[in-house]
């Protein structure tokens, strides 16, 4: 979650804010100055001096720029003149206080003496000062305990700028954000829907005894709607949205993590039903024990343990779902991933065309838009956006439209836009150039034409330009029809030309070869070592196994293991094996990329200009060629 968005997230609803506890001092001190002022009687210094002389002065103290003391109320009229007198409120009997500024006096002392006057000097009392000194720090000292310990929901350091021991939970009693405001992401809209219902109406579930999930994970690079959607879930149902953001727990005090985890949860089961919302779970999820033997136990464990504990400690019949955001599920703790635990996953792609269309319709609503502004362009040209850069975007055209105080933003502003915010964009993430588009579409439109043209392969289920994932510059997604435990050669075969599919595609329509085929060549590697050693597929080499499945033989494919069980010359056999086993299907790849040129095409083209094309989309495609499947074998 980025600064901007922590700033629009309402303060502490529940709570007593900040300011409250600055009050408390602020209206003792007002408090004593009035009455300190309705005691004293203020007196010009030339009174003074008329009381000083009449002998009406008993006691006074005299500071750097006042002299205050006590003075004898006996005749006053005598001394002062009748009006004057009627000022002063003095009892009739007694003593009464009094205040003079002081002004250049040589003689007063001698003149405080001569009047046998009790006098002596004060240092000012310099309010300022004291409170500078005292009250401040201590304030701010009391405040940090409370604030990091307690459950007051204060946080110095986000008000006097003290480190990052912040992590406070937000609370809101309505986000205001309705499915409505999310576009593009109808998918996940959809899986989310039945907490929604859970949460509206928890009763109706718990009578039928269905089982909700406790945590659902909601994966995607920043900027895809993470937070809002999350935000829209607790809209939609109604409920109060307690959220917190991992990454305010690093460096933190020892045990305030783990403190603030159980406050979280505290609090959202006082209000249940409600949505628990943890941001960037990643940074406190992270898997375990990875800093090596010296991290020990440390904070960053404790608070992971603390958020177990809660997930499990709680049952979901109590009306409280807990959501978590990452963009890199990978590093996460399995423990977190357990049944019971977030098990649920939603993944959110970056938009592809028509997600980007509706995401700017959305954002458009509240601009006022000129006639002829084409919003499909808009989302043609600005491939790899996520949701916060078009949002972005259209506030940025907005704003370039109004400082030339324009009426409306026109096509002119957006493209200007768009221009400024690629430029920006370029250096922190991707965004393709049209030669890149092209590498990738035909790459893409490789693998997935040979998986369709393969007997034994997975149907495709989608292919997109789009990227996922840091390494992927776009992916083809295979359906398998059925769980597999057994796979034939056949099958190996056909999964070793759709790894290699988006490589020789490239081949033939760019004539050259990128680095994006790197990790298929990698799984292709794997496949044919696998097929040889493990599987005893290879003609050459027969029936004998030479590795045992692990781990690390597939993570390091040709890493020469020490004591290899067999002869250097089997060695080299293998090797010549895998690679005759990936020339010959480079060779059948090849060949059917090539006899099958045009529909290569139309799908490449499909793939530039739509980005991503489902199961509906492809049939079409390979159907309105007229051009069946062949089955190859
Ligand atoms: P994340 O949490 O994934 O980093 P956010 O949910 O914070 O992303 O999104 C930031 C902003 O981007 C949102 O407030 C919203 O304005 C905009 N946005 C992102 N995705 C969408 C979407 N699918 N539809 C509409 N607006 C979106
Ligand atoms: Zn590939």
Not at 53 to 70: C, E, N, P, V
Not at 206 to 212: C, H, N, Q, T
Not at 308 to 330: C, H, K, Q, S
């Amino acid at each position: 979650m980025d600064k901007k968005k922590r700033a629009e997230s309402a303060p502490n609803a529940f709570r007593l804010p900040f300011w409250y506890w600055l009050l408390i001092p602020a209206a003792i001190w007002l408090a004593q100055i009035v009455a300190d002022a309705s005691r004293t009687n203020l007196l010009a210094y030339s009174e003074f001096k008329q009381l000083l002389h009449a002998g009406r002065i008993t006691d006074a103290r005299l500071a750097q720029d006042t002299i205050t003391g006590m003075l004898k109320p006996d005749q006053l009229e005598a001394v002062l003149g009748g009006e004057a007198a009627k000022r002063l409120k003095c009892p009739p009997q007694g003593q009464c206080h009094f205040q003079t500024v002081r002004v250049a006096d040589p003689s007063l002392v001698q003149e405080l003496e001569a009047s046998n006057v009790h006098f002596l000097g004060e240092l000012k009392t310099d309010w300022v000062g004291y409170l500078l000194t005292w009250v401040i720090p201590l304030l701010l000292l009391y405040l940090m305990f409370k604030g990091a310990g307690g459950r007051s929901g204060i946080s110095p350091g986000s008000l006097f700028g003290i480190g990052k021991s912040t992590a406070r939970v937000y609370a809101q009693s309505t986000t205001g954000v309705s499915f409505e405001d999310i576009a593009g992401i109808d998918e996940a809209k959809g899986e989310l829907m039945e907490i929604v219902e859970f949460l509206k109406n928890p009763d109706r579930y718990r009578r039928l005894g269905g089982k909700i999930p406790k945590g659902v994970l909601i994966v995607g690079a920043p900027g895809t709607g993470k937070t809002l959607l999350a935000k829209a879930v607790a809209g939609e149902a109604g409920v109060p949205f307690f959220s917190i953001s991992g990454s305010e727990f690093v460096e933190m005090f020892v045990g305030v993590g783990a403190a603030r985890v159980r406050d979280l949860f505290a609090q959202a089961a006082e209000k249940a039903p409600a949505i628990i919302f943890i941001d960037e779970l990643d940074a406190l999820g992270r898997a375990r024990g990875v800093g090596g033997a010296l991290s020990g136990y440390n904070e960053q464990e404790q608070t992971l343990n603390q958020l177990l504990v809660e997930m499990d400690g709680f049952d979901t019949n109590n009306g409280v779902i807990i959501l978590a955001a990452t963009n890199r599920p990978e590093i996460l703790d399995p423990a977190l991933l357990r049944p019971g635990r977030f098990d649920r996953h939603i993944a959110l792609d970056r938009p592809d065309l028509k997600g980007r269309q509706q995401i700017l319709v959305v954002h458009t609503k509240k601009v006022k838009l000129a006639t002829g502004v084409d919003l499909e362009e808009i989302a043609a040209r600005t491939a790899g956006f996520a949701g916060a850069e078009l949002a972005n975007l259209v506030n940025e055209a907005a704003l370039l439209a109004a400082r030339q105080g324009k009426a409306s933003v026109e096509q002119g502003d957006f493209d200007e836009a768009i221009d400024r915010l690629v430029a920006g964009l370029e250096r922190k993430t991707r965004v393709m150039s049209p030669v890149e588009k092209r590498t990738v579409a035909y790459h893409e439109a490789g693998h997935a034409l040979i998986a369709e043209s393969r007997g034994h392969a997975d149907r495709v289920a989608k292919v997109s330009i789009i990227p996922r994932g840091i390494g992927a510059l776009g992916y083809t997604q295979q359906q398998p029809t059925e769980d597999r435990y057994l796979m034939t050669k056949s099958e190996l075969l056909d999964r070793l030309d759709v790894f290699l599919g988006g490589r020789v595609a490239e081949e033939i329509a760019i004539g050259d070869l990128s680095t994006g085929a790197q990790n298929d060549l990698q799984l292709a590697t794997d496949t044919a070592r696998h097929m040889v050693t493990q599987y005893g597929m290879s003609d050459s080499l027969g029936l004998a196994t030479f590795e045992a499945p692990s781990a690390a033989s597939s993570t390091y494919p040709g890493m020469p293991g020490e004591g290899k069980p067999y002869s250097e010359l089997t060695s080299q056999t293998i090797d010549a094996e895998i690679i005759r086993l990936l020339e010959a299907a480079h060779a059948r790849v090849r060949e059917t990329l090539t006899a099958r040129r045009s529909l290569l095409d139309t799908l490449a083209q499909a793939l530039m200009e739509r980005e991503t094309l489902d199961r509906q989309a492809l049939n079409l495609l390979l159907k309105g060629r007229g051009d069946t499947i062949r089955r190859v074998q």
